[in-house]
């Protein structure tokens, strides 16, 4: 058996090759479309993008320049003024919501029977501390130390103080005290609290 190739011009497969470099082509211009697809698309937001900076840049400077013309039409005399009248409002409306009948309750669950209040006197103070100033009458010493006491069991009195003592012509103790009121948060309030 013989095999050498005899002719004078031998055959080839060259269908494989062109199919190959068919497919091959093919893919070099696919990529190369889905390239400039992506490039014009990315150049477009971009373009977008910038228009849209310039804008947001231009009304800011808008903007700016607003803002320094309201500061410029500031009277400060008028915001200090409108200030005074915001805080006596505030202080009008700290009173209108102390409770006399929660005080009174407390006093009533805390006066001893030899102890009479004679009067009550709030203040209220910044950051809603009410002072308060109780005049009392009582037989003793002894008497005015236990209301005392028991005001400061309750927890909603602190600092207290007996500033003036003296006996009265009936031969009873006059005692002038003085508090700082902490009304309990979420105590019920009932329609004639507010007066």
Same mark, same amino acid.
């Given at each position: ?59 800011? *400077?808008?903007?700016? /320049?607003?803002?320094? %013309?309201?500061?410029?039409? !500031?009277?400060? $005399?008028?915001?200090?003024? #409108? ?70 069991? *309750?927890?909603?009195? /602190?600092?207290?103080? %007996?500033?003036?003592?003296? !006996?009265?012509? $009936?031969?009873?103790?006059? #005692? ?20």
């Amino acid at each position: 058996m013989l095999r050498a190739n005899l002719s004078t011009r031998p055959f080839y497969n060259e269908r494989a090759v062109r199919v190959w470099t068919v497919v091959l082509a093919g893919l070099v211009l696919g990529a190369t479309v889905v390239n400039v697809s992506c490039i014009l698309g990315y150049s477009r937001s971009d373009t977008e993008l910038a228009l849209q900076a310039s804008r947001d840049e231009a009304r800011a *400077t808008e903007l700016r /320049r607003s803002a320094a %013309s309201l500061r410029g039409s !500031v009277d400060t $005399a008028q915001i200090a003024s #409108a200030s005074v009248e915001a805080k006596l409002a505030n202080d009008l409306i700290d009173r209108r919501t102390f409770s006399w009948t929660a005080l009174f309750n407390t006093f009533e669950a805390t006066l001893p029977a030899n102890v009479r209040i004679t009067s009550v006197r709030p203040l209220v103070g910044e950051g809603g501390h009410i002072a308060l100033a109780i005049s009392v009458v009582a037989r003793s010493v002894d008497d005015v130390d236990a209301f005392m006491e028991k005001l400061e069991s *309750t927890g909603a009195f /602190r600092n207290l103080l %007996s500033r003036d003592e003296f !006996v009265n012509d $009936a031969g009873q103790l006059v #005692a002038a005290i003085e508090t700082t009121y902490l009304p309990v948060p979420g105590a019920p309030a009932t329609a004639g609290d507010r007066r």
